[in-house]
Every structure is written in structure tokens, then in C-alpha cells.
T-cell receptor, first 112, second 116 residues
């Protein structure tokens, strides 16, 4: 069963615009991770935020975490056509034996 | 670093046949995971190993699925007999430490399995 659920399922924007994707999860977590998947490829780790952190940056990526609402957001600024991919949040529920479970992802299309 | 290597990239087989998927994790990684991805169910964790020992196989669908890790550099996922509903992309991933210590997963490019 999915621990995290991304929203929206699909997002289409123009190059240069910002893209925001959201993730909601169900149980207490120790950290939340975001991954990217290009078509026909494996997932690539983007960024990890711990449960005691509220915001984290990495290049054009900004991740926020609100543990009271059990939600996270991923912001990609100044998007590029190369950012076109599916984006997944992943969590390890406490007591789950360290199993990392993924949402179904947001498909981001950046139009040149 | 060659990354996680999976073979074959594509496998097409007939129902009832045995299928073996292979994975070589990143050298030095102690954890190895097998995931299955479908449109309907997304990414599902099938099984994971720590130091070649299976830790949690609760995601393995049924007895037709089995996974082994005979050494630190090789793992297999076997389906016998295969069924059309097994059609999916199967990913292998490895990590350096237990995930709770902030160690990310490194994925291979997957094996796309089609069972006709």
C-alpha cells in the first residue's frame, strides 16, 4: 500500500516557470525523500529531508516538510525541458522495518 | 562507479516459462532491494537483503517468486512459472546503510518483463 501520495498526478508548464508538487503521507516518519524518474530509466535520488527539518535546498530544488499536516512539497524553480520526468516522494514509516515506500508520482512536462 | 547493473533490459516470455532477472549492486553497498513498477500499483517493494541475508520478503506476491543473493555482488529474482499479470518493470536498488540513516537508494535501469 502507498504511504505517500503525490499531487497533482500530472503537471504541464512552460520552460522558466516554477513547478510545485505535493506529497501527503499517512504515518509518522523519520525522513522523506524525493526521487526523479526519466522515461525508461531507474529512479534517481534528489533530496532527503529529516523529520526535524522544515525546509531544505539543493540547487533549483526546494523541499518543505510539515509533519503536523503529514505533507511535503517539492519546488523546482526556473524549470527546464530536461526537468521533464516523473517525481516521487518516498517515506519509511516508523516500525516498518526500514521499508521505503513510494507514491505513484507526479508526471511533470516542461514545454520548451 | 558503474552504478547498479540489471540484466536483461527487456524480457519477453510465454506464460508458464521460468524468468530470471539479475542484479549487480554498487560495490560496498550492504543493502539490496527488488521493486516492481506497474501503472496500476506504482512501485512495490518485493524483498530486501542486508549483507546477503533476506530481511523482509513480505512484498513477494506468491510462491512463484523467489530471490537470492549468493554473494555481495549478485542477486537474482526468479519467477516460476510466469503469468501475464507478472508483466511489469522490475528494479533493483542498493544503498550504503540502513535507509533510516539518510542513505538514499541507487536504482538500476530496470528489466521490462512481458509475459504473453
Amino acid at each position: 500500500s502507498q504511504q505517500g501520495e503525490e499531487d497533482p498526478q500530472a503537471l504541464s508548464i512552460q520552460e522558466g516557470e516554477n513547478a510545485t508538487m505535493n506529497c501527503s503521507y499517512k504515518t509518522s516518519i523519520n525522513n522523506l525523500q524525493w526521487y526523479r524518474q526519466n522515461s525508461g530509466r531507474g529512479l534517481v535520488h534528489l533530496i532527503l529531508i529529516r523529520s526535524n527539518e522544515r525546509e531544505k535546498h539543493s540547487g533549483r530544488l526546494r523541499v518543505t516538510l510539515d509533519t503536523s499536516k503529514k505533507s511535503s512539497s517539492l519546488l523546482i524553480t526556473a524549470s527546464r525541458a530536461a526537468d521533464t520526468a516523473s517525481y516521487f516522494c518516498a517515506t519509511i514509516a516508523r516500525g516498518s522495518n526500514y521499508k521505503l515506500t513510494f507514491g505513484k508520482g507526479t508526471l511533470l512536462t516542461v514545454n520548451p | 562507479d558503474a552504478g547498479v547493473i540489471q540484466s536483461p533490459r527487456h524480457e519477453v516470455t510465454e506464460m508458464g516459462q521460468e524468468v530470471t532477472l539479475r542484479c549487480k549492486p554498487i560495490s560496498g553497498h550492504d543493502y539490496l532491494f527488488w521493486y516492481r513498477q506497474t501503472m496500476m500499483r506504482g512501485l512495490e517493494l518485493l524483498i530486501y537483503f542486508n549483507n546477503n541475508v533476506p530481511i523482509d520478503d513480505s512484498g513477494m506476491p506468491e510462491d512463484r517468486f523467489s530471490a537470492k543473493m549468493p554473494n555481495a555482488s549478485f542477486s537474482t529474482l526468479k519467477i516460476q512459472p510466469s503469468e501475464p499479470r507478472d508483466s511489469a518493470v522490475y528494479f533493483c536498488a542498493s544503498s550504503l546503510e540502513v535507509l533510516d540513516r539518510d542513505s538514499p537508494l541507487h536504482f538500476g535501469n530496470g528489466t521490462r518483463l512481458t509475459v504473453t
